[in-house]
């Protein structure tokens, strides 16, 4: 079983390795709400693919109409956590009708 101190590293560190706003520490407040996203989802990895999930989105705005890319990782857990958790990938592309699979990120 993986210790609460080591899924905060993980979740901080695939934070920082994905998403656009990049912190060089972690807070208090940032381990309080990954303590929490963590009593929601219980699992790691649900919250490691959402933040890859919405790395993705950030990097090709051309492709996806989600705009908000300048979440800071407390705020992207209380917030959008939830819909990056609940929605597919392609469910945030502007043009459903059109094939981009080729350039969607594969997410383990």
Known sequence: MV????????IF???NAY?????SVCTRKMQGAIHF???DYK?????VKAIIKYGAV????KLYWWTASGYMLESFLKTALTRFVD??????????????????????
């Open 87 to 108: 929605t597919p990938l392609e469910g945030f592309r502007k043009d459903k009708q059109e094939d981009n699979s080729n350039l969607l990120p594969k997410i383990k």
């Open 58 to 61: 950030c990097e090709r705005p």
């Open 3 to 10: 210790l609460i101190d080591d899924q905060i590293k993980i």
């Open 19 to 23: 998403a656009p706003v990049k912190h």
């Open 37 to 39: 996203a963590l009593l």
């Open 43 to 47: 699992e790691v990895d649900v919250i």
């Open 13 to 15: 560190d695939t934070w």
